[in-house]
T-cell receptor
């Protein structure tokens, strides 16, 4: 069965520091991987997605993620955190034959302090 | 920019009452979804819908739940007899295609509180 694990329910970084949010997946078939961000009182917004093309995926707001099949990981990074990055981040997986159903991780709340 | 909208933003109801949560997907999208997030837990898939039929549903989506596209713009989730454990944030989403790489666009959610 497919599943997603996000390590760290809360991550706190200083403004300007590296952001690293971890995501590991389990899938018996090739996965499609997504990172969504949720700002307070808003819906989920797609940051980036992996669809079996390039393993390094660039998204919006300076975020990127690298698909590593050997490690079953899809960690999200940003070189320099900004105060506006404070939000909840969700990693999700879908797969062929799954009617586009998304399976989400538990989410990581990112806090950015001055 | 087109967006998915949901109403109401917050719904409070008594246990055993019926509720209808409403969503307006993006106009040229053909595939629709409902997810829910119980406070402190993961976002969970409930159901996907295409061409006026359910494509897939989760174990959560039992006989108490139903979905409908009553007209060309709305997509609704009905809970017939609410339980305390139905309290959650309910998200509607839509996508252009059904392929697993198609982006799903999410609405802001409806917070359902069952008393």
């Amino acid at each position: 069965a497919q599943s997603v694990t996000q390590l760290g329910s809360h991550v706190s970084v200083s403004e300007g520091a590296l952001v690293l949010l971890r995501c590991n997946y389990s899938s018996s078939v090739p996965p499609y991987l997504f990172w969504y961000v949720q700002y307070p009182n808003q819906g989920l917004q797609l940051l980036l997605k992996y669809t079996s093309a390039a393993t390094l995926v660039k998204g919006i707001n300076g975020f990127e993620a690298e698909f590593k099949k050997s490690e079953t990981s899809f960690h999200l990074t940003k070189p320099s955190a900004h105060m506006s990055d404070a939000a909840e981040y969700f990693c999700a997986v879908s797969f062929s034959g799954g009617y586009n159903k998304l399976i989400f991780g538990a989410g990581t709340r990112l806090a950015v302090h001055p | 920019e087109p967006e998915v909208t949901q109403t109401p933003s917050h719904q409070v109801t008594q246990m055993g009452q019926e509720v209808i949560l409403r969503c307006v997907p993006i106009s040229n999208h053909l595939y629709f979804y409902w997810y829910r997030q119980i406070l402190g837990q993961k976002v969970e898939f409930l159901v996907s819908f295409y061409n006026n039929e359910i494509s897939e549903k989760s174990e959560i989506f039992d006989d108490q739940f139903s979905v409908e596209r009553p007209d060309g713009s709305n997509f609704t989730l009905k809970i017939r007899s609410t339980k305390l454990e139905d309290s959650a944030m309910y998200f509607c989403a839509s996508s252009e295609g059904l392929a697993p790489y198609n982006e799903q666009f999410f609405g802001p959610g409806t917070r359902l509180t069952v008393l």
